[in-house]
T-cell receptor, first 114, second 116 residues
Framework: AQSVTQLDSHVSVSEGTPVLLRCNYS??????LFWYVQHPNKGLQLLLK??????LVKGINGFEAEFKKSETSFHLTKPSAHMSDAAEYFC????????????FGAGTTVTVRA | EAQVTQNPRYLITVTGKKLTVTCSQNMNHEYMSWYRQDPGLGLRQIYY???????DKGDVPEGYKVSRKEKRNFPLILESPSPNQTSLYFCASSLTPGLAYTYEQYFGPGTRLTVT
């Protein structure tokens, strides 16, 4: 079985400062890992994914994440926050087994202050 | 435009009145899935389908039914809705997960259901 823990339920940053969203996972097998973003009243959009290639993954809108197997982490970062980054972010893990399930973290809400 | 559509987007109903939420995708994806989103719990999978006539339970299937008679459609059926099924529901689709990696899922806009 796999699980995902997002360590912060809310993150507040000032515009132009770095953003860090923390995610830890547990999995018995090599996982695929994703970050999705959900803007208010919208569906989920893929930011980036890790699928056992490069450990540093670059996504859309300047986001990137680093897979650290030894720490079982997949933290999401952005060097400079923009007002449009205000949204909810989900870390997701998938393990290829017989059931092809995705496990979602509880989400981190990002607020960006002007 | 590649997309997943859901209808209705908003629904208020009463306990016990059967309802169906439709989901359709135009990307020829084999895999489709339903999730519910509740505050503080993230998204939880209700049912998924690997292809036509192939469906399986997710983490929270109780009180729900699905069918997959056509590749593009994957309706979610609540035979006797109860207030604890008040939630935000998302349909998603993707290519079939393979041995090497899992494909990105494309999500619909969501259906907000209230059961009174």
């Amino acid at each position: 079985a796999q699980s995902v823990t997002q360590l912060d339920s809310h993150v507040s940053v000032s515009e132009g400062t770095p953003v860090l969203l923390r995610c830890n996972y547990s999995s018995s097998y090599s996982p695929s890992l994703f970050w999705y973003v959900q803007h208010p009243n919208k569906g989920l959009q893929l930011l980036l994914k890790y699928t056992s290639a490069a450990t540093l993954v670059k996504g859309i809108n300047g986001f990137e994440a680093e897979f650290k197997k030894s720490e079982t982490s997949f933290h999401l970062t952005k060097p400079s926050a923009h007002m449009s980054d205000a949204a909810e972010y989900f870390c997701v893990v998938s393990v290829l087994s017989n059931d092809y399930k995705l496990s979602f973290g509880a989400g981190t809400t990002v607020t960006v202050r002007a | 435009e590649a997309q997943v559509t859901q209808n209705p987007r908003y629904l208020i109903t009463v306990t016990g009145k059967k309802l169906t939420v439709t989901c359709s995708q135009n990307m020829n994806h084999e895999y489709m899935s339903w999730y519910r989103q509740d505050p503080g719990l993230g998204l939880r999978q209700i049912y998924y389908s690997m292809n036509v006539e192939v469906t399986d339970k997710g983490d929270v299937p109780e009180g729900y039914k699905v069918s997959r008679k056509e590749k593009r459609n994957f309706p979610l059926i609540l035979e006797s809705p109860s207030p604890n099924q008040t939630s935000l529901y998302f349909c998603a689709s993707s290519l079939t997960p393979g041995l090497a990696y899992t494909y990105e899922q494309y999500f619909g806009p969501g259906t907000r259901l209230t059961v009174t």
